[in-house]
């Protein structure tokens, strides 16, 4: 499957989203990642907002979930909806420092759609105890 993508550079509280085509039998969708507040205390739960669209309109109800390259797991998982095309996520940093972080989103029926954002760098600061 041939992908075309673009990426935008904004600061880092800003909505970081991405544009794609493919080809083949699975879409892919635009997925935009936001934070409430960067940076976040360390150990408090942080609250992110995922939004996701297919072209000018909301995605259908689906998997959301976001996933810390810097710590190696999954910050939220099973993200829920607040409304179309928009989810809740929350979770909480063990570690201080800059963590960088990627929404994905699927879902398989009644069509299979997917989109991941691009990286999104959220700063993580206090002392590990």
């Not at 994905?104 to 989109?115: F, H, I």
Request: glycine share 8%; with cysteine; charged share 5%.
């Amino acid at each position: 499957m041939a992908l075309l993508a673009s990426t935008m550079l904004l600061p880092a509280a800003a909505a970081q989203a991405t544009t794609a085509a493919a080809t083949g039998p699975n879409s892919v969708v635009g997925v935009a990642l936001t934070a409430d507040q960067n940076p976040a205390p360390l150990g408090d739960p942080a609250e992110f907002t995922v939004t996701v669209t297919t072209g000018t309109e909301p995605a259908p109800a689906g998997q959301v979930s976001i996933w810390d390259a810097t710590a190696q797991h999954y910050l939220a998982f099973g993200c829920p909806a607040r409304s179309p095309g928009t989810y809740a996520c929350s979770g909480t940093f063990d570690t201080p420092g800059a963590h960088q972080l990627t929404a994905t989103y699927n879902v398989w029926w009644p069509q299979a759609l997917y989109g991941v954002s691009p990286p999104y760098t959220h700063a993580v600061v206090g002392v590990t105890p």
